[in-house]
């Protein structure tokens, strides 16, 4: 943008010099003479996700052997009916969380846990000679 308002190069120019398209510098030119900055807005709204997760991590610790399935209809039954959610939903409630679902052998049972933090150090990334 400074480059634009200090050059005699008209837009295209400028905005194929830096390698941006010529509507995103025209906005950012405009935006800085309106306000005084072209600083980037703050980000607004966006989406929260409806899950309760003290509800869901209650659910985990009562059984923590349920598949993702059960624990979604066991989720749906106690929770508000506004509430209610899917089962990606809940997926991804568990993977923000830092849970994952644990598949075991046949002898075992299925199970909730707490990702574990990686316990061996990292490599320095070149090669020991």
Excluded: C
Excluded at 6 to 17: I, L, M, N, P
Excluded at 56 to 80: F, S
Excluded at 87 to 101: I, K, M
């Amino acid at each position: 943008m400074r480059a634009y308002e200090t050059s005699d190069a008209g837009y295209t120019a400028v905005a194929h010099q830096f390698g941006v398209h010529r509507a995103t510098l025209i906005r950012w030119v405009q935006r800085a003479r309106s306000t005084g900055s072209a600083a980037a807005h703050r980000k607004r709204g966006g989406w929260t996700s409806p899950v309760d997760v003290e509800l869901l991590e209650r659910l985990i610790r009562e059984r923590p052997d349920m598949t993702t399935d059960e624990l979604t209809r066991a989720y749906n039954r106690e929770a508000a009916r506004a509430r209610r959610v899917h089962r990606s939903s809940v997926l991804r409630t568990l993977h923000r969380r830092e849970f994952v679902f644990k598949k075991n052998g046949r002898d075992r049972r299925n199970r909730i846990v707490r990702m574990s933090k990686p316990s061996a150090k990292p490599s320095s990334g070149g090669r020991d000679g």
